[in-house]
């Protein structure tokens, strides 16, 4: 039975609401995808930034996934006496990629911000996303579950982006490094004009 996996990572969320009023906020996202729901690692709201950096898979057969509209992402707030509270929500349509990637095999769309919607309808920050959709994959439906027979593929796709990942981290360091560089010689040269003056 032909079959296809969305791999949806989620990266970060910024300028979100702080639900609570002591300390700092925790964050998790519960991610809904027809009747799978995954829930990801916590994570505190430093500098207007919450990283998770996580992937998460859904593999359904091709017939499945025209049902499938939307994926869901909401932000909660782990609280001190409770699971967490509210902080917004982003819903993104999959009509696009699954069709396009049922076509083509493949599709992958980069991280990008959405808009996170609080209760009232109003938008406060964005969550960076990214999808990769894999058809033609063969499941094998055995006692319900549905086992992924080409594993390799997804693992060839994680080590591809972690050498990106890796060339750019090396690339914003070079760029860390000939900026500090180039601003301590401005400082110099500015000293060095004051002290001849």
Request: glycine share 8%; proline share 3%; net charge neutral.
């Amino acid at each position: 039975m032909k079959g296809g996996t969305l791999e949806v990572l989620l990266v970060n969320a910024e300028g979100i609401r702080h639900t609570n009023l002591v300390g700092r906020p925790d964050y998790f996202v519960f991610i809904e995808c027809g009747d799978h729901v995954y829930r990801s690692k916590i994570s505190s709201g430093e500098d207007e930034k919450t990283w998770w950096n996580e992937k998460f898979i859904y593999e359904f057969p091709l017939s499945d996934w025209k049902r499938f509209t939307h994926i869901k992402f909401r932000i909660m707030d782990k609280e001190l006496f409770s699971d967490g509270g509210f902080v917004g929500e982003t819903i993104i349509y999959l009509g696009g990629i699954i069709t396009e990637g049922c076509d083509r095999g493949f599709l992958e769309v980069k991280p990008a911000p959405y808009n996170v919607v609080l209760e009232d309808d109003t938008y406060k920050g964005q969550i960076k996303i990214g999808f990769k959709f894999i058809a033609s994959v063969r499941l094998i439906r055995n006692n319900k579950d549905i086992a992924h027979v080409p594993k390799t593929t997804t693992r060839q796709y994680t080590q591809e982006e972690n050498k990106v990942e890796e060339c750019s981290r090396i690339v914003n360091l070079w760029r860390m490094l000939w900026w500090w560089s180039m601003f301590s010689q401005k400082r110099i040269d500015t000293e060095n004009k004051q002290n001849y003056n």
